[in-house]
Each structure stands twice: as structure tokens, then as C-alpha cells.
DNA sequence: ATTGATAAAGGACAGATGTCTCGGAGGGAA
DNA sequence: TTCCCTCCGAGACATCTGTCCTTTATCAAT
């Protein structure tokens, strides 16, 4: 079992008696783990992959909120302010999760104040940072949206420099923009020689140009 | 003492030992209660009243995050995410509220498993709703916002329909935008009969057409 | 190869919003 | 009263961004 990989990234360890109720799921890129008007049904805690947390509008509109690596977790907004979900949390790395059930929290984890404060610290993160990406929202324009996302899905451990094309559609939905506008926006770009159009790929040539125009927003 | 209103409204009660510890704190409109850049001194809990939330941005601007009521908290983001308090809260209403030192929430009511579900309730309660409101304020063009900032500081206790022009600077960065673009919209208005200026007030002559535009968004 | 359907890029235009600036009103001091 | 300072509202302009639509490219079926 996965405990000391839970241990090691969460810091708490379960009783052994918990650990039967206990779950492993795994999501393949692009599968949703929660999905928004579901009932909640557990914790989620996230073990390994990277997740992207959004929203649907009353609009069609889809917004990114966030990307996620552990430790996250997802279900406590639900539970705790006893609502549906809102948000759709969808795999873009294969994600492995540990599954606590709603009932294994009510009975036993609930009074557990050591658990609790692994809630607490989450909770309070998540806030913090949705704080933070509110204002930032608020005041930054598109293009610094563009190369924040940009350096937000670059991470560190992906040695490719290119990011697939024919998902600009969802690029602009997901940082609250139109396809038309990052296009302009691209070209621009690709004029300034920072990017690269090359078929179905933006290959970016100029990244600390990129990082320049993010001014240090990033989506999570 | 206050337990009983504190009771009623957090359903939580202290045991006695504790009660020495805790405080009532006052504070008058346009006082800050807790500033940003400080370091959280403990949990505070409003009892009557009401305050709002903004934070200081890089270039100097301010930006609402919420208007607050009882049942809300103070100070558990910061302590839970370990880190300086980043949003003042201040005062618009005379504001009551029971403080919490934080070694004797460190000391005794970490480990209380019913405080912690308080504690819990209520993050997950303004996460839940700064999520909102994030959405919100990407989607939501200025004239909607101001709307909703008439609307959400229009409380129905207070029974005067105007509002103090001299802060118009202030609502201006409150809401993301230029006084500029505040003067273009409320001319709009004016034109249109909604609003009507006299001397240093804005005087709302139609609340339907204003509470329409606001499409029911709302800064709490 | 031809035709038709679908998608992508970009032109054209309008509306939203920020910056700069000026003119006028009000208030305080001489 | 007159002069000066400050602040407010608004005009002018530029830029950002969304919508609509046309052109071009791609791909599949005939």
C-alpha cells in the first residue's frame, strides 16, 4: 500500500483500521476526476500527476482556476460548505489519488484533529492562492495571461518546448479569452521572433521574453 | 460576557478555563482591524458589524475582495498558510468581535475537534465564494461591477439611498477601474434617469434598473 | 481529381477601458 | 474681493478585446 508515499507527501498516516476503506484511482490525461454538478462523494488526495481545476459559466464559458501538483486535495470545498461541485478537476498527467470516502471522514476522520489540520493547511492555501489569481485576473491583460499560462504548463520536468495548437480553443476559454484574441496576440509574437509557428505547434524560441511578458502570474 | 452571542451565532462554546483569554475588540468605521503586511496575532470573530476585505496591489491599486458579515472569521488563512496577513480588513460599520489569541488556539482548541469544523465551515465558505467572485470579475464588465458594489453596499438596514461622491477615487480602485471610467458610466446613468447627481452624493433614483445591470453579482 | 464540409487565421469593425489633459467650481488666504 | 490651489468632470485619444465574417487550408468521400 501507499502509505509511506501518502506519509511522505501529506505528513499523516492512517490507522489500520482506516486503511481497508481506502481507495487508489488512477485518471489518464483529459479524464475528469470530479466533475461539476456531481455530488461529492470523499477527499481526493492527489499523489502524483498534475490535475487543472475549472469552471463552467452560465455562458458556455469554461475558466482555468487553477493547475495542481501534490499535495492537493480535492472534495473539502464541497464538504465543507455542503454544496455540489462546482468545478471540474480534469487530469492533464496521469493523476493516482487516494480516495477517502465521505463516510470513513464522518466517523473517524472528523475527530481527528491532526487530519483536520491537513484540511485546515489546504484550504487555507487554496484560498491564499485564489486570492492572489482574483487580483491578478482582475488587472492582468490578456497577453500576460497568455504567457503566464504558457509558463504555468512548462514545467520543469517537461523537456519539450512545444505546446500542441489545436487546443487554442480551450487555451482561450481557460484563461477567459477568445481564440480570435490570442491569435492577434501570437502573431505578435511570432513578429517579435519570441515565438514560432510551426504547423500544429507554437514553438517558443525566446523564453525569457515569455517569462518577461508573465510578470511572474502564474495559474497556481 | 458574550457566550450566548457568540453561541448563537458559531454554535460553538468555550469552555470556561478559556473565556479569560478571550477579548472583545471595537472598531469604528475606516479602522483597520487587521492591515496587511502584519503578523497574525490570533482569530478574530465577528459579532456585529460588518467590514470589508481589500488588498494592496504592486502598483499601488486596491482592489475589493468582500464585504463581510457575522458569521465570519479573521485570521485563518494566515495562520494556516503560515504567512503575513495579505488583505486588510476594515471596518465600515462599528464592529464587534471576540479575539482569539493565537496561543490559546495553538494550546487547546487546535485539538477540539468542533472548533476545527468551524474553522473549516468557514474556509471552505470564502473559498467557495472567492471562487465565485473570481469568475465573476473576469467575466463582469465595470458597469456590472459598479452596480453590484451599489447594490452590495446598499445594505437594507441602512436606509439612505446616497452614497458619499468624495470616495469615488476609492470605489475606483475598489472595484479594478479608473475613476475616469466611474464618471463615463454614471453619466450614462444619469442620462438615462437611473442615477442623479447632487452636490457630493449619487443619488439612486431607480434600484430595479440598477439591480438589474448588476446582474446579481454581488461583493460577498 | 473534384467537390463539399470543417476548421484555422486573420481583416474589419465596434465597444470597453485606461491615460493624458484641460477647463471650471469651490475653498482658503491675503 | 481677488488670487491661487486643489479637485472633479469630461473631452480626446490610444489601446485592448470581442464579434462577425471572409479567405484559405485540410481532409474525406465520391
Not at 485564489?130 to 482582475?138: E, F, G, L, Y
Amino acid at each position: 500500500m501507499n502509505q509511506n508515499q501518502f506519509q511522505s507527501i501529506y505528513h499523516y498516516t492512517f490507522t489500520n483500521d482506516l486503511i481497508s476503506s481506502l481507495s487508489i484511482k488512477n485518471f489518464q490525461p483529459h479524464e475528469f476526476i470530479i466533475k461539476a454538478g456531481d455530488k461529492i462523494e470523499g477527499i481526493y488526495f492527489l499523489l502524483s500527476g498534475r490535475y487543472m481545476v475549472s469552471s463552467l459559466e452560465v455562458t458556455g464559458k469554461e475558466l482555468l482556476l487553477r493547475f495542481c501538483q501534490q499535495p492537493s486535495i480535492m472534495g473539502d470545498v464541497e464538504i465543507f460548505a455542503d454544496c455540489l461541485i462546482e468545478s471540474n478537476c480534469i487530469a492533464v498527467e496521469p493523476c493516482e489519488i487516494l480516495f477517502v470516502p465521505l463516510e470513513v471522514y464522518e466517523t473517524h476522520l472528523k475527530y481527528d484533529s491532526e487530519f483536520n489540520q491537513l484540511l485546515l493547511k489546504e484550504l487555507a492555501y487554496k484560498l491564499r492562492t485564489c486570492t492572489i489569481s482574483s487580483r491578478v485576473n482582475a488587472l492582468s491583460p490578456v497577453n500576460v495571461r497568455l504567457a503566464a499560462y504558457l509558463c504555468t504548463i512548462h514545467s520543469p520536468s517537461q523537456l519539450n518546448k512545444y505546446i500542441k495548437t489545436n487546443s487554442l480553443d480551450d487555451v482561450a476559454s481557460l484563461i477567459g479569452t477568445t481564440k480570435r484574441h490570442l491569435n492577434r496576440i501570437l502573431k505578435d509574437w511570432t513578429e517579435s521572433g519570441i515565438i514560432e509557428r510551426v504547423e500544429e505547434e507554437i514553438h517558443i524560441l525566446n523564453w525569457d521574453s515569455i517569462k518577461e511578458i508573465s510578470e511572474n502570474v502564474r495559474f497556481e
